[in-house]
């Protein structure tokens, strides 16, 4: 029991340690911001204390219904920097339809 015990508190750990590891925007630069979700296309950012996004680096990434929406988010040297796109369930509004 006591094995069971020990287990489950380091797997608890693991977890919690796992979840820590979001990206923060307000710590980086613009450049590292945008190259994040450059490099894996689609990731989940932390832009403040208790806020987070996944961002994608084109429709592509998206789910069918989902339009890409270009996204910015706070960073160490900008207030707002582009760094990709969030997938919207709202179609694009264009004007003339």
Do not use: H
Not at 36 to 61: C, E, P
Not at 76 to 82: A, E
């Amino acid at each position: 029991m006591r094995k069971f015990v020990l287990a489950l508190a380091f797997i608890s750990s693991a977890t919690a340690l796992q979840a820590q590891t979001r990206p923060f925007t307000p710590a980086l630069t613009c450049a590292q911001a945008r190259q994040i979700v450059f490099a894996n296309g689609a990731v989940v950012l932390g832009t403040g204390t208790y806020t987070y996004d996944r961002y994608v680096r084109s429709g592509n990434f998206c789910l069918v219904g989902e339009y890409p929406e270009a996204a910015w988010v706070p960073t160490r040297d900008t207030p707002q920097c582009l760094v990709g796109y969030r997938c919207e369930t709202d179609p694009p509004f264009f004007f003339g339809d």
